[in-house]
C-alpha cells in the first residue's frame, strides 16, 4: 500500500459517537452499539468520501468482506467500539466491530438475522481503500 493511517480507541472516542440498535445474529436479541460513523474514520484518515471506491474490511479472524463506500455510507456503517454500554473487549466481538443497524433497512429486516451481517467483521483491525 502507498499510505496508512491508524487510530487508537481515544482517537476514535473524540469523532462524534452515534448510538444504534439492531438485533444480532449471536442471540437474535436487540443490543445498543455506539462508536463513530465509518465514513467519518475514513474521511479522518485522508479518504475521498466521493467517487467509486472499494472497501475491504479486515477482521482479526481472516473474515474480509468487500463493500463499496456507497454501501458504507447508505446503511450509515458505524465502527462499533461499545455494546450495550460496555466496551468491546478483543476475544469477543471487538474491540472494533464494523456494523450497521440492520433493522432500520427493510430490504435487510426481512432476511433472517443471521443473513443480515455478512459486510460486518468483528474484530476489525484493518480497512483496504481502492479507489476505482
Known sequence: FE???????????????????????????PHRLRGPLMIDVLRMAGVSTSGPTTLTLRGIDGYAPVLTLADIGAHD????THI???????????????IYEADRFPEMARKPVNERFA??????????VQAA
Do not use: K
Not at 84 to 97: E, H, N, S, T
Open 77 to 80: 456503517f458505524i465502527v462499533a
Open 119 to 128: 459486510g460486518c467483521p468483528w474484530g476489525l483491525y484493518h480497512i483496504g
Open 84 to 98: 450495550d454500554g460496555q466496551p468491546m473487549a478483543i476475544g469477543g466481538l471487538g474491540p472494533l466491530w464494523a
Open 3 to 29: 499510505l496508512a493511517f491508524s487510530f487508537d480507541l481515544s482517537a476514535l472516542a473524540e469523532l462524534p459517537q452515534v448510538n444504534i440498535r439492531t438485533t444480532l445474529e449471536y442471540d437474535a436479541r
